[in-house]
């Protein structure tokens, strides 16, 4: 009686693993550039005993990290539900449970799940919820897989600060490291910190971007230290692609210089792009929201501008939920750190 929620499940989290599929790749024009990275190989060998969470710093690379799970453990045949925080508005359990469009409550659906070996609960950005009911709601369910202590593993990342102050999550997943991929600040919590990208990391750029590769190879220690940031690193790939030169990059020094560069050839070159932008983050910060309606902005005279940032993927239409497709109609920013600097 469960197969067909059973198999709804399935459905949103292959949605949810195509909507991500842009964060786990660096993409230079039309070229696109896979890492294969040391810390997903042991995040996949310690999930099998564990449900923690995925750590680190902004861009560092969370969700390509729980996508690349996702992926090996699609490609061994295992049982697994894959959300993004940021796509869900269930302020309760039983409100997720209808937004998913099941027959049974998740966690019903979860326990009854066939299967005797370790299944996961892959719950990306924990943090995108911050400010809003639908934190509550995933915070309840994970206690609940947890407490079930059935075959279900949690996997959740969210970043540091959040972490830090979030004492739920601390007592959620409180016990020791289960391996060497470790922030010192968190020895009391179950957790995966994920890293900058290595030299040996970097490396494989060479075959498919070359371009980009000479760039990282080049840059002076700022710029490289910087580069090491996957959502850095993509940020300076998508200026490649666009026809910025290595000469007009190399001298960025620190994050918020190449942000600032990246609003440059985004926006600001777009003359009305910052005005339509200026209004997105009013009514973000004014309804304590990552997404707002787009007739908010939206009028006859800014409509072409906001294609645009559609287009170039400074702004995303929003999904309402994992097995829905984008609501035109809702607005976000392509990446929270995007948000953090247009604020």
């Given at each position: 009686?469960?197969?067909?929620?059973?198999?709804?499940?399935?459905?949103?989290?292959?949605?949810?693993?195509?909507?991500?599929?842009?964060?786990?790749?660096?993409?230079v024009?039309?070229?696109?550039?896979?890492?294969?990275?040391?810390?997903?190989?042991?995040?996949?060998?310690?999930?099998?005993?564990?449900?923690?969470?995925?750590?680190?710093?902004?861009?560092?690379?969370?969700?390509?990290?729980?996508?690349?799970?996702?992926?090996?453990?699609?490609?061994?045949?295992?049982?697994?539900?894959?959300?993004?925080?940021?796509?869900?508005?269930?302020?309760?359990?039983?409100?997720?449970?209808?937004?998913?469009?099941?027959?049974?409550?998740?966690?019903?659906?979860?326990m009854?799940w066939?299967?005797?070996?370790?299944?996961?609960?892959?719950?990306?950005?924990?943090?995108?919820?911050?400010?809003?009911?639908?934190?509550?709601?995933?915070?309840?369910?994970?206690?609940?897989?947890?407490?079930?202590?059935?075959?279900?593993?949690?996997?959740?990342?969210?970043r540091?600060f959040?972490?830090?102050?979030?004492?739920?999550?601390?007592?959620?997943?409180?016990?020791?490291?289960?391996?060497?991929?470790q922030?010192?600040?968190?020895?009391?919590?179950?957790?995966?910190?994920?890293?900058?990208?290595?030299?040996?990391?970097?490396?494989?750029?060479?075959?498919?971007?070359?371009?980009?590769?000479?760039?990282?190879?080049?840059?002076?220690?700022?710029?490289?230290?910087?580069?090491?940031?996957?959502?850095?690193?993509?940020?300076?790939?998508?200026?490649?692609?666009?026809?910025?030169?290595e000469?007009?990059?190399?001298?960025?020094?620190?994050?918020?210089?190449?942000?600032?560069?990246?609003w440059?050839?985004?926006?600001?070159?777009?003359?009305?792009?910052?005005?339509?932008?200026?209004?997105?983050?009013?009514?973000?910060?004014?309804?304590?929201?990552?997404?707002?309606?787009?007739?908010?902005?939206?009028?006859?005279?800014?409509?072409?501008?906001?294609?645009?940032?559609?287009?170039?993927?400074?702004?995303?239409?929003?999904?309402?939920?994992?097995?829905?497709?984008?609501?035109?109609?809702?607005?976000?920013?392509?990446?929270?750190?995007?948000?953090?600097?247009?604020?």
């Amino acid at each position: 009686s469960y197969q067909e929620d059973i198999e709804k499940l399935k459905d949103c989290s292959r949605r949810t693993f195509s909507s991500l599929a842009h964060l786990a790749r660096i993409r230079v024009g039309s070229i696109d550039v896979k890492i294969h990275r040391r810390c997903v190989e042991e995040l996949r060998r310690v999930v099998e005993e564990h449900s923690l969470l995925v750590v680190g710093e902004p861009g560092v690379g969370k969700s390509g990290a729980l996508h690349d799970l996702v992926e090996a453990l699609e490609d061994e045949g295992r049982d697994f539900v894959y959300l993004a925080v940021d796509r869900l508005a269930a302020q309760s359990l039983g409100e997720l449970r209808q937004e998913l469009g099941l027959e049974h409550d998740l966690i019903e659906v979860l326990m009854n799940w066939p299967g005797t070996r370790p299944a996961f609960l892959v719950i990306d950005a924990l943090d995108a919820a911050r400010g809003e009911p639908v934190a509550k709601t995933t915070q309840d369910l994970i206690r609940t897989v947890i407490e079930n202590n059935n075959r279900w593993r949690v996997v959740a990342s969210i970043r540091k600060f959040d972490l830090r102050y979030g004492i739920e999550f601390q007592e959620l997943f409180y016990g020791e490291p289960p391996t060497d991929f470790q922030d010192p600040e968190f020895q009391k919590i179950r957790h995966l910190n994920i890293p900058k990208l290595s030299d040996e990391e970097l490396n494989q750029i060479a075959p498919r971007a070359p371009e980009l590769h000479s760039l990282v190879t080049n840059a002076p220690e700022e710029l490289r230290e910087l580069l090491q940031v996957p959502f850095n690193l993509q940020l300076v790939a998508g200026l490649l692609g666009e026809g910025v030169t290595e000469d007009e990059l190399t001298p960025i020094r620190t994050q918020l210089e190449l942000l600032d560069r990246y609003w440059h050839y985004r926006v600001i070159q777009g003359g009305a792009y910052e005005a339509l932008l200026r209004r997105v983050c009013n009514q973000m910060v004014k309804a304590r929201t990552l997404r707002i309606d787009r007739s908010y902005v939206e009028e006859p005279a800014t409509s072409t501008y906001l294609d645009d940032l559609l287009r170039t993927q400074v702004l995303v239409e929003w999904q309402p939920s994992p097995t829905a497709k984008p609501d035109r109609y809702v607005l976000a920013f392509s990446h929270h750190v995007l948000f953090d600097y247009a604020v």
